[in-house]
C-alpha cells in the first residue's frame, strides 16, 4: 500500500517551458488535492477534485490546470512555467463524505523555473 | 471566508524543554482543526484533530492540543521535546459543509538544541 505518489521527485524548467505533475493514490479515496508550499506561506491549494469526473479552483488556481484521469489519479498541468512558479507542490487524497477526514500527502515534487 | 495565524514563524528550543506552537484561526462557521508535521524533505502528516467533545486531544508522538472557543485558539504542546520532534508543524482548519479544502497556517519551524 503505497499511499499517495507523486513523480517526477524534482524538475527544472525554462521559462516558457509545459510539464505534468503526476499523482496518484491506492486508498480507494474520491477526494484529491493539489497545494503549492512556498516558505512562510503555508500550503496553498491549487485545485481540488471532489470526485472522479469533477474539479475546482482553489485559492491560486492561474498557470495551472488539472486533469482527473480516473479515482485514483490526478494530474496538474503548468502549461507555460514562470519563475514565480517555483515552488514545492504536494498531492494529497481523502476520504469523501465526512469534512473531518485527514488528508493523505504524497512526498511532494520540488520545481525551480528558471 | 476562514483563516489561520501562527504566531511563531520559527520555535528554539532544548532537547527536554516544554514547547508551545501557537495558533489562532478566524471563521464565521463552526469548523474542524487539525496540526500537521512535516519532516525534512517529506510530505505532510496528521499529528492530531479536533472534532468535537473534549477541548483536549492527545495526538501522535506526545503532543496535545487545547482547543479555546472564545479565544479562537489551538495551540499545539509538548512536554519534553526530543531532536526528533525538529520538523515544521502546520496548523489548519475546515468548515463543517462545503467543500472539503483545508486552509492552512503559515508554518512553525520547531529546531531542537542539544
Known amino acids: 500500500n503505497a499511499g499517495v505518489t507523486q513523480t517526477p521527485k524534482f524538475q527544472v524548467l525554462k521559462t516558457g517551458q509545459s510539464m505534468t505533475l503526476q499523482c496518484a493514490q491506492d486508498?480507494?479515496?474520491?477526494?484529491m488535492y493539489w497545494y503549492r508550499q512556498d516558505p512562510g506561506m503555508g500550503l496553498r491549494l491549487i485545485y481540488y477534485s471532489a470526485s472522479e469526473g469533477t474539479t475546482d479552483k482553489g485559492e491560486v488556481p492561474n498557470g495551472y490546470n488539472v486533469s482527473r484521469l480516473n479515482k485514483r489519479e490526478f494530474s496538474l498541468r503548468l502549461e507555460s512555467a514562470a519563475p514565480s512558479q517555483t515552488s514545492v507542490y504536494f498531492c494529497?487524497?481523502?476520504?469523501?463524505?465526512?469534512?473531518?477526514?485527514?488528508?493523505?500527502f504524497g512526498p511532494g515534487t520540488r520545481l525551480t523555473v528558471l | 471566508a476562514q483563516s489561520v495565524t501562527q504566531l511563531d514563524s520559527q520555535v528554539p528550543v532544548f532537547e527536554e524543554a516544554p514547547v508551545e506552537l501557537r495558533c489562532n484561526y478566524s471563521s464565521s462557521v463552526s469548523v474542524y482543526l487539525f496540526w500537521y508535521v512535516q519532516y525534512p524533505n517529506q510530505g505532510l502528516q496528521l499529528l492530531l484533530k479536533?472534532?468535537?467533545?473534549?477541548?483536549l486531544v492527545k495526538g501522535i508522538n506526545g503532543f496535545e492540543a487545547e482547543f479555546n472557543k472564545s479565544q479562537t485558539s489551538f495551540h499545539l504542546r509538548k512536554p519534553s521535546v526530543h531532536i526528533s520532534d525538529t520538523a515544521e508543524y502546520f496548523c489548519a482548519v475546515r468548515t463543517f459543509q462545503g467543500a472539503q479544502k483545508l486552509v492552512f497556517g503559515q508554518g512553525t519551524r520547531l529546531t531542537i538544541n542539544p
Open positions: 486508498m480507494n479515496h474520491n477526494s
Open positions: 494529497a487524497s481523502s476520504p469523501q463524505g465526512q469534512s473531518y477526514n485527514e488528508q493523505f
Open positions: 479536533y472534532l468535537s467533545g473534549s477541548t
